[in-house]
């Protein structure tokens, strides 16, 4: 009896042996399976914010085009170096202020090369801007660059700026000594960030200073992009999520 006993006992030890076993194999497999789908979730999640990101920067270079555009165009031109050389207000007039709603433009500065403003032309929604306060250090950039884009803070305003170095239409690779300076300036204010976001399809945030970092989860976008002065120091930052 005793020994029917213990074979008893023995099956009984190799089956809970075999079950425990068994267990353990569908919980390590539940368990890869588990970390193969986290690491699909964090790949597919990583892609989709690549994608967005990549989304947003696309629009923001689509946006600036026309601002680049102008400037590039109204800086190689005759008819401009010789303004600069002897203003006419009756000629930028009729010549300069329409540009900056045909561009998309909120307002437009022209400079001599003493920086000294010679001629502002401002649309419906640059009506509020000023004089263009730039410090020395920004023309010499400009100068030294030829054709550069920067955002300041104005007012309370940041103004997205394209600014260039005017030349004569024969000085097409723009060596020769520049004439004046042209600027043309957006504000991103709430209205152009609503209309941003509404064709990024993201919510966006402008912020002086970076937002603390943070782990997104999956499904989750978060991008920032810096926004840099004229001397390429960030001074804003667009915070899309």
Known sequence: MATGVETVRSINSRITALLCLTAAAFIAAAVARHQTISAKSREIAAQLREDRSRTLERLLELRSG?????????????????????????????????????????????????????????????????????????????????????????????????????????????????????????????????????????RLELLRRPPPASGDRPGEFAHVHPLAGWNGRDIAYLHAT
């Open 66 to 202: 026309s601002l680049k555009t102008m400037v590039s165009d109204y800086t190689f031109w005759d008819e401009m170096a010789a303004f600069v050389a002897k203003p006419d207000t009756r000629w930028a007039r009729d010549n300069l202020a329409p540009a900056v709603r045909t561009f998309e433009a909120d307002a437009l500065w022209v400079f001599d090369l003493q920086k000294k403003e010679i001629f502002r032309a401002a649309g419906p929604r640059g009506a509020g801007l000023a004089s263009l306060h730039l410090p020395p250090g920004a023309f010499t950039e400009i100068k030294r660059r030829r054709l550069m884009r920067f955002f300041l803070w104005s007012g309370g305003v940041l103004l997205e700026v394209h600014a260039a170095t005017i030349h004569s239409s024969a000085d097409e690779d723009r060596l020769g000594t520049p004439y004046g300076y042209l600027a043309v300036a957006r504000r991103w204010d709430p209205p152009m960030l609503s209309a941003l976001a509404r064709d990024a399809v993201c």
